[in-house]
């Protein structure tokens, strides 16, 4: 998205303001796609990643499934009409009453605990997928990595015995294999080791129909980071997943399921300069009109973001902190970030913003959710209204 557009967008829309372009989003799938050359193979959505439903029947409709964690996810997958076999719902602590609805629903679910795997037969269950954790993890941060001693997700490897056992007494098929070992990494060398893992336990379910080897591909988001190195990444996945078949005696279903690579590089939240303040120690904080509430990735993860002036691009660059409206000294988009210098009224793009933003907002300070657009074609359309203080203050009882 230009400069331009995203001012024609902020006078038309107001800010704060998501804005997606399907556009890069479709080019994302179409580029993991065609570097995955094993067949067959089915990749996944992660749709926590952003569940605007624009987007996501984007993904739909470029041959992608649907990887859920939540009957909510699994609602939606369904309301754009995808059928329940292109769904895969991998639980999370999840309670029999979610089991209940995900199996009338009848859509596969990935146990990630033994507990769950006997709950699941004890419910009627006849087929299910296993996430293993293959002790191999990797991310951008470690409360983004999802595999190791210290996480909460997967059976470990060494309780395959288990599972097994479950499976035979049960009379329940282990019709998948699954691992996820973190998000955002840009080097494949942990996620070639985790597949060499799964691959290897997969060998010992007799029932398996797909291996899914998890999503965590990440993107550049800081200056100087260079992008995976996507053919190199599909053609090792695919040759070992080629060894994997000719081992097990008969071809099994390759799945991915990203999320981040699909959507993050297609979003930008525009956000409104409210406030500039020098202080006498040196520094000078710009407010905006969003905040954590919107974007918390900064002060989760201690994530970067590109930032510009789209107002006066030409100004002379300072060193600023960009700052939010949430009453939290955590409340940073930038520390000393070096950026033409805002004045208020100025409007600021935060880029790379399509993945775990608007997924992640709340209502903290009780600041309504923003409005959310997609470019389709170069043509833009309101895919959520902004929210009013009336609609956020009427979910209670007066």
């Given at each position: 998205?230009?400069?331009?557009?995203?001012?024609?967008?902020?006078?038309?829309?107001g800010?704060?303001?998501?804005?997606?372009?399907?556009?890069?989003?479709?080019?994302?799938?179409?580029?993991?796609?065609?570097?995955?050359?094993?067949?067959?193979?089915?990749?996944?959505?992660?749709?926590?990643?952003?569940?605007?439903?624009?987007?996501?029947?984007?993904?739909?409709?470029?041959?992608?499934?649907?990887?859920?964690v939540?009957p909510?996810?699994?609602?939606?997958?369904?309301?754009?009409?995808?059928?329940?076999?292109?769904?895969?719902?991998?639980?999370?602590?999840?309670?029999?009453?979610?089991?209940a609805?995900?199996?009338?629903?009848?859509?596969?679910?990935?146990?990630?605990?033994?507990d769950?795997?006997?709950r699941?037969?004890a419910?009627?269950?006849?087929?299910?997928?296993?996430?293993?954790?293959?002790?191999?993890?990797?991310?951008?941060?470690?409360?983004?990595?999802?595999?190791?001693?210290?996480?909460?997700?997967?059976?470990?490897?060494?309780?395959?015995?288990?599972?097994?056992?479950?499976?035979?007494?049960?009379?329940?098929?282990?019709?998948?294999?699954?691992?996820?070992i973190?998000?955002?990494?840009?080097?494949s060398?942990a996620?070639?080791?985790?597949?060499?893992?799964?691959?290897?336990l997969?060998?010992?379910?007799p029932?398996?129909?797909?291996?899914?080897?998890?999503?965590?591909?990440?993107?550049?988001?800081r200056?100087?980071?260079?992008?995976?190195?996507?053919?190199?990444f599909?053609?090792q996945?695919?040759?070992?997943?080629?060894?994997f078949?000719?081992?097990?005696?008969?071809?099994?279903?390759?799945?991915?399921?990203?999320?981040?690579?699909?959507?993050?590089?297609?979003?930008?939240?525009?956000?409104?300069?409210?406030?500039?303040?020098?202080?006498?120690w040196?520094?000078?904080?710009?407010?905006?009109?969003?905040?954590?509430?919107?974007?918390?990735?900064?002060?989760?993860?201690?994530?970067y973001?590109?930032?510009?002036?789209?107002?006066?691009?030409e100004?002379?660059?300072?060193?600023?902190?960009?700052?939010?409206?949430?009453?939290?000294?955590?409340?940073?988009?930038?520390r000393?970030?070096?950026?033409?210098?805002?004045?208020?009224?100025?409007?600021?793009?935060?880029?790379?913003a399509g993945?775990?933003?608007?997924?992640m907002?709340s209502?903290y300070?009780?600041?309504?959710?923003?409005?959310?657009?997609?470019i389709?074609?170069?043509q833009?359309?309101?895919?959520?209204?902004?929210?009013?203080?009336?609609?956020?203050?009427?979910?209670?009882?007066?």
């Amino acid at each position: 998205m230009d400069r331009d557009l995203a001012r024609r967008l902020a006078a038309a829309y107001g800010t704060p303001l998501y804005v997606y372009d399907l556009d890069v989003v479709r080019a994302r799938c179409r580029a993991l796609r065609a570097a995955i050359a094993y067949r067959p193979f089915q990749p996944l959505y992660a749709v926590k990643a952003n569940p605007c439903p624009a987007v996501v029947r984007t993904i739909i409709d470029e041959g992608f499934g649907i990887d859920a964690v939540s009957p909510g996810e699994v609602r939606l997958a369904l309301r754009l009409g995808l059928s329940p076999a292109r769904v895969l719902y991998t639980e999370n602590s999840m309670s029999d009453a979610e089991q209940a609805e995900a199996l009338a629903a009848g859509v596969l679910i990935t146990a990630g605990s033994l507990d769950r795997l006997e709950r699941l037969a004890a419910a009627g269950a006849q087929a299910v997928a296993v996430r293993f954790n293959p002790d191999v993890g990797a991310g951008a941060h470690p409360k983004i990595c999802t595999a190791g001693p210290l996480t909460k997700f997967g059976i470990p490897q060494a309780e395959l015995p288990r599972v097994l056992e479950i499976s035979r007494r049960r009379g329940l098929r282990v019709v998948g294999a699954h691992m996820h070992i973190g998000s955002g990494f840009l080097e494949s060398a942990a996620f070639a080791a985790a597949c060499r893992v799964i691959f290897a336990l997969a060998r010992q379910l007799p029932d398996l129909a797909f291996v899914d080897c998890g999503g965590g591909l990440g993107i550049p988001y800081r200056p100087g980071e260079e992008p995976m190195d996507l053919a190199a990444f599909g053609a090792q996945l695919s040759a070992d997943a080629e060894a994997f078949s000719a081992a097990y005696g008969q071809r099994i279903e390759l799945r991915l399921e990203p999320g981040r690579f699909l959507v993050a590089e297609a979003g930008t939240l525009l956000t409104t300069v409210t406030s500039v303040k020098r202080t006498p120690w040196g520094r000078t904080f710009v407010g905006c009109d969003t905040g954590f509430n919107h974007l918390v990735r900064v002060a989760m993860y201690d994530a970067y973001h590109r930032i510009e002036n789209l107002s006066r691009p030409e100004a002379e660059p300072a060193a600023v902190d960009i700052v939010g409206n949430i009453c939290e000294s955590g409340d940073v988009f930038a520390r000393e970030r070096l950026l033409p210098m805002p004045e208020v009224g100025d409007l600021l793009a935060i880029r790379d913003a399509g993945a775990y933003g608007f997924a992640m907002a709340s209502h903290y300070n009780l600041r309504p959710l923003p409005a959310e657009v997609v470019i389709d074609g170069g043509q833009p359309r309101l895919a959520r209204p902004r929210q009013t203080l009336d609609e956020l203050l009427a979910g209670w009882r007066w």
